[in-house]
């Protein structure tokens, strides 16, 4: 039982160029959240889904475009990364957010460096 | 103004010590309420939920305000371990972190 992976671990890109990462759960939880951690910023939420087909805008949205096309997976992506995307990315998922029992998994991070 | 706001820290503390960390949240229609613990360059961990009736879980007590929209933690008799950085989540969906607030116990 893998919980939440997130792919790849670390990466650099070059200003401009695309990426995407993956999150992927086996928990069969409905919400889905990435989010990025910047140093004494805490875990800002970019993008989340409350299900599979849906999508939504979370604080800090802009330059990032997300899908869950399959229930298990959230893709997050980069079209044109630029230097102010450096950042340790997490992604977490729940069966579900409002019940007190039901905790957020996280992934372990994925460490992304935009030169 | 943010959704989640957090006392800033850090906060160094001696072992033993008492300590309490507050978080304000403005949207009143929040529905659940946590606190998570990070570890350095770690994946932030659930360290106990937060009921309105108030709950504790050994040395650590956590209370909701909802008339005046806060959520507290209070850490009795600290410990080494319990060095980390404590993070406030408010919910409607959209799970939101407050900033977090650096905690070091010290000998």
């Known amino acids: 039982n893998a919980g939440v992976t997130q792919t790849p671990k670390f990466r650099v890109l070059k200003t401009g160029q695309s990426m995407t990462l993956l999150c992927a759960q086996d928990m069969n939880h409905e919400y889905m959240y990435w989010y990025r951690q910047d140093p004494g910023m805490g875990l800002r939420l970019i993008h989340y889904?409350?299900?599979?087909?849906?999508?939504a805008k979370g604080e800090v949205p802009d330059g990032y475009n997300v899908s869950r096309l399959k229930k298990q997976n959230f893709l997050l992506g980069l079209e044109s990364a630029a230097p102010s995307q450096t950042s340790v990315y997490f992604c977490?998922?729940?069966?579900?957010?409002?019940?007190?029992?039901?905790?957020?998994?996280f992934g372990a991070g994925s460490r992304l460096t935009v030169l | 103004r943010k959704e989640v706001e957090q006392d800033p820290g850090p906060f160094n503390v001696p072992e033993g010590a008492t300590v309490a960390f507050n978080c304000t949240y403005s949207?009143?229609?929040?529905?659940?309420f946590f606190w998570y613990r990070q570890d350095c360059r770690k994946e932030p961990k659930l360290l106990m939920s937060?009921?309105?009736s108030g709950n504790e879980d050994g040395r650590f007590t956590a209370q909701l305000n909802r008339a005046s929209q806060y959520i507290s933690l209070l850490i009795r008799d600290s410990k080494l371990s319990d060095s980390a950085t404590y993070l406030c989540?408010?919910?409607?969906?959209?799970?939101?972190f407050g900033a977090g607030t650096r905690l070091t116990v010290k000998p």
């Open positions: 977490a998922s729940t069966k579900d957010p409002i019940s007190g029992a039901n905790v957020l998994t």
């Open positions: 989540v408010v919910n409607m969906f959209d799970m939101r």
């Open positions: 889904s409350v299900g599979e087909g849906t999508t």
């Open positions: 937060v009921y309105s």
């Open positions: 949207n009143s229609a929040s529905q659940s």
